[in-house]
């Protein structure tokens, strides 16, 4: 028997909505170039499931270690609200940069410290800053709405460089060095050992605490990077919104991808994947209108399709099925 | 006699291996029945099916003479089919009680009636003689205590067939006695009992009749007392083997008493584990740590390796006095600890046997060096030929294979590491005649190497055929020595004991 690529079904169900946009609307997947930049749906796409791709792709390795982390979403809205902050006082842009990918870093740490070292439970352990990190961006900002004036910052989100779109490129960056750094060396093998069996990975010698908290810091940074983004995009720190469900979407992403939430094996091009299905969908229900608050239904009905299709309960069931027609 | 359980033709097979090969097996009401092959021969996968755990690919299953076909154990259950598995398939962090009654709990209405469900936990584990809080935690209690609990579970019900597969793996002498005066019981009340095991004393002990299988086929079905001991061996491993060749190992040479220790401890000890001890392992000596359950065996190779930490004391590893407080201290030190607790101390299920083979020696070397895909692959194949390891290839998720073949694994794991001092907890647990032989092999050639090998085994022969001195532990108290020439099973016996005469 053939073993059959677990990034089938995301990759599947990806092309499949494609397809279905393209058919209910040939100019959905229309590329065009304007003023030496591309645009177009799919480019949107591209640029908007950006910010998810990255949030993504650290809590991939959260999810791999058998964590979880809720508090991406107030992270990126605490790094965005440092961005503001440091951009109105004058402060040059990498210093900025820098200062929100930190903010971002001390987040992960300070969930990695609370799960690894005290025991506490993942979901209640991020779930402390999920709540009070939008307080932190409040006090940053003073309650207030920034808007950010600086040419170059914005860029970063809405930019083009060759005529491609920036964010995506930098996300893209993001995943190939990600990529290299997890499987050029063997951490992430580590990874997966310690969300395969925590307690073998110790009794084999591995530091499975520091290789949990090394996760969650490296998830607060991406967090943190999409916050950069998301205030880019925008051009404003809005501690209120921004971020606002973006560790449903980052989960969402993780798990349609084929990473599984009881830890072990991860598969970050699966994750990629399944952000873009994400955003492709939200924007499929924008353009055809369906209002905000009933589009979470059809984005429950995807991912159950995924996840039920992943599972070998269900596939053994549908074989079954099949058999027995073929047999009568 | 009538024939209780007939199974005819069952095939099964996995992607890359054919676990089960048209196989016949029968058990008659009132006897016990040795189901014997060697690791991977596909005992457990023939339990499995017959018990819905998966479905058989063919064949025909009849009890009673009525054909049967259970969809999950406890369907299997349902049917008077008891059952013990190879992996004690317990929910560690329920209490011992809820574990023996789970999923039969007394009660009306959805309501439980704890008085009623604690009272038959301590029933089921009267009959066991053990001796055992029925409020603990599954998951603290030791693996032998776990597998107690288990096989009580399986009592608990009104079975027409037992099926207890490596019950007893993990067991001293005592409970296997407790174990095999009850199966007599339940012989003479008209039960089946199917017992695996790869201890042939056992088998001679306690069983009728037994069904050899090799490599998923059915070699024969035999009367016990008919089938002479080295010919059962022969039809496991499918080969003539002669006498010489199970024969009592040459007794290990005494080491180097020059040499420094390799492992020293002094004063070593933590409150309620294991009194102050002082040990010394040079290189090239297998020194056994003998003791009963429960005697302080597991807690002195946990402190050694750095996995609880000691209230007093010192360890020098080479002459150099360290601390190790961790097991990665402990790694990078040189030694090596395979645990006796394969499911939850050893395992990483779904990785592939390559990943678990490596994990050790990576973690020691460390993030940054990774061992190339050759290297890894060399690994792979030196150990999986040197140990025999069956595997369809070394990608497999080790939770793939049979549960001796996942124990050489661990094996091979830690020697992957050359560590200077390996401690070996219970190493040959489910591990079949041929393999046991070679392991004790590979163990003496270790030891010519220079290694220092620490041997935890609850099989006092074992223990007396492979080290050249035994530490005794009592009572959490390192309490004697036996060297050399005084090491008799007697002998080790009557130390363990505390009746030493
Ligand atoms: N779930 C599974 N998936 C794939 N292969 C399997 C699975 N379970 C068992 N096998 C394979 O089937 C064969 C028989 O395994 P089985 O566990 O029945 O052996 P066993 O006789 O019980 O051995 P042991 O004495 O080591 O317990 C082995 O080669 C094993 O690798
Ligand atoms: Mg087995």
Redesign the interface.
């Known amino acids: 028997m053939k073993v059959r690529s677990p990034l089938l079904w995301p990759l599947a169900g990806f092309v499949a909505l494609l397809l279905l946009n393209a058919v209910f609307n040939p100019a959905f997947l229309k590329i065009t170039l304007l003023d030496g930049h591309l645009y177009g749906v799919p480019v949107d796409i591209l640029v908007q499931g950006s910010r998810t791709m990255l949030v993504a792709l650290g809590m991939t390795l959260v999810i791999a270690t058998g964590g979880i982390d809720l508090s991406v979403g107030s992270v990126v809205a605490i790094a965005g609200a440092v961005c503001a902050v440091l951009l109105q006082d004058g402060h040059g842009l990498a210093l900025t940069l820098v200062a929100a990918v930190g903010a971002g870093v001390l987040a992960g740490s300070a969930n990695g410290l609370l799960v690894a070292r005290l025991g506490v439970q993942p979901i209640v352990a991020t779930l402390i800053l999920m709540v009070a990190g939008r307080g932190v961006a409040q006090l940053l900002v003073d309650g207030q709405v920034i808007i950010i004036a600086s040419a170059p910052f914005e860029f970063l989100a809405n930019g083009f460089v060759l005529g491609l779109p920036l964010a995506p490129l930098l996300v893209a960056a993001a995943y190939v060095s990600a990529h290299l750094l997890l499987r050029r060396t063997a951490l992430g093998l580590f990874v997966e050992a310690v969300g395969d069996n925590e307690q073998a990975s110790r009794f084999a010698g591995l530091a499975a605490a520091r290789i949990k908290t090394l996760a969650y810091v490296f998830c607060g940074a991406c967090a943190g990077g999409a916050g950069i983004l998301t205030a880019a995009n925008i051009r404003a720190a809005d501690a209120y919104r921004a971020g606002e469900n973006m560790e449903l979407d980052a989960i969402f992403a993780v798990v349609v991808g084929g990473t599984a939430l009881t830890g072990g094996r991860f598969l970050i091009l699966g994750t990629a994947i399944g952000a873009l299905l994400i955003q492709t969908l939200t924007t499929t229900m924008y353009n055809l209108g369906v209002p905000p608050a009933v589009a979470p239904v059809p984005k429950a009905l995807l991912i159950i399709g995924v996840a039920l299709l992943q599972s070998e309960r269900t596939t053994r069931w549908l074989r079954g099925l099949a058999g027995r027609k073929e047999a009568a | 006699m009538s024939e209780l359980l007939e199974l005819r033709g069952v095939g099964k097979r996995f992607?890359g291996v054919v676990a089960l090969d048209d196989v016949d097996f029968t058990v008659r009401a009132g006897e016990i029945h040795a189901l014997l092959g060697e690791n991977g021969a596909g005992k457990s996968t023939l339990i499995k099916v017959l018990t819905g755990v998966y479905p058989a690919d063919e064949g025909e299953f009849r009890l009673g003479g009525a054909s049967i076909r259970p969809g999950s154990p406890r369907a299997a259950e349902e049917l008077g089919i008891s059952t013990v598995y190879q992996e004690v398939n317990l929910v560690p962090s329920l209490s011992v009680a809820e574990n023996i009654t789970l999923g039969r709990q007394p009660g009306r209405a959805g309501l439980l009636n704890w008085r009623a469900i604690r009272r038959r936990a301590r029933a089921a584990l009267a009959r066991l003689e053990l001796d055992c809080d029925v409020d603990a935690e599954l998951g603290a209690l030791s693996v032998a205590h776990q597998q107690m609990v288990a096989i009580a579970r399986a009592l608990d019900t009104r079975a027409r067939l037992l099926i207890l597969d490596e019950p007893t793996a993990s067991l001293d002498e005592h409970e296997v006695a407790e174990l095999f005066k009850i199966m007599r019981q339940l012989r003479a009340d008209g039960l089946g009992i199917v017992f695996v095991t790869h201890f042939l004393d056992q088998v001679y002990a306690v069983t009728d009749r037994l069904t050899v299988l090799r490599n998923g086929a059915r070699v024969g079905e035999f009367a016990t007392a008919g089938l002479p001991r080295l010919e059962l061996v022969g039809r496991m491993l499918g080969r003539e083997v002669s006498a010489a060749e199970f024969a009592a190992q040459g007794a290990a040479s005494p080491a180097d008493h020059a040499a420094p220790p390799v492992l020293a401890t002094h004063g070593l000890g933590r409150r309620g584990a294991v009194a102050p001890f002082d040990l010394s392992l040079r290189g090239g000596e297998v020194v056994g740590l003998g003791g009963l359950l429960g005697s302080g065996r597991t807690e002195t190779a946990r402190l050694l390796f750095g996995?609880d930490r000691a209230d007093s004391g010192t360890i020098s590893v080479h002459g150099a006095p360290c601390r190790i407080d961790?097991?990665?201290e402990?790694?990078?030190l040189g030694l090596a600890?395979c645990?006796e607790d394969r499911k939850?101390?050893?395992?990483?299920?779904?990785?592939s046997v390559r990943?678990n083979l490596l994990?050790?020696q990576?973690?020691?070397?460390?993030?940054?060096?990774?061992?190339t895909r050759a290297e890894q692959e060399q690994l792979c194949a030196h150990y999986i030929a040197a140990l025999q390891i069956k595997t369809p290839d070394p990608e497999t998720p080790v939770k793939n294979l049979s549960g001796g073949n996942q124990q050489k694994v661990l094996l091979a794991?830690w020697l992957a590491?050359q560590p200077a001092v390996i401690i070996l907890d219970e190493p040959t647990r489910g591990i079949d005649v041929g393999a046991k032989q070679e392991i004790e092999q590979l163990i003496a050639g270790l030891r010519a190497d220079g290694l220092a090998v620490l041997f935890i085994s609850s099989e006092i022969d074992e223990v007396v055929r492979n080290c050249s001195r035994v530490l005794v532990l009592r009572e959490r108290r390192l309490t004697g020595e036996i060297a050399d020439g005084d090491l008799t099973a007697d002998h080790l016996m009557h130390l363990m004991a505390g009746t030493h005469e």
Do not use: D, K
């Not at chain 2, 939850?344 to 990785?351: K, R, T």
């Not at chain 2, 990576?362 to 061992?371: D, E, F, K, T």
């Open positions: 992607p996995l961790s097991p990665r402990a790694v990078r600890f645990s939850a101390e050893g395992l990483l299920p779904n990785l990943e994990i050790a990576q973690g020691r070397r460390g993030a940054l060096r990774a061992l794991r590491t």
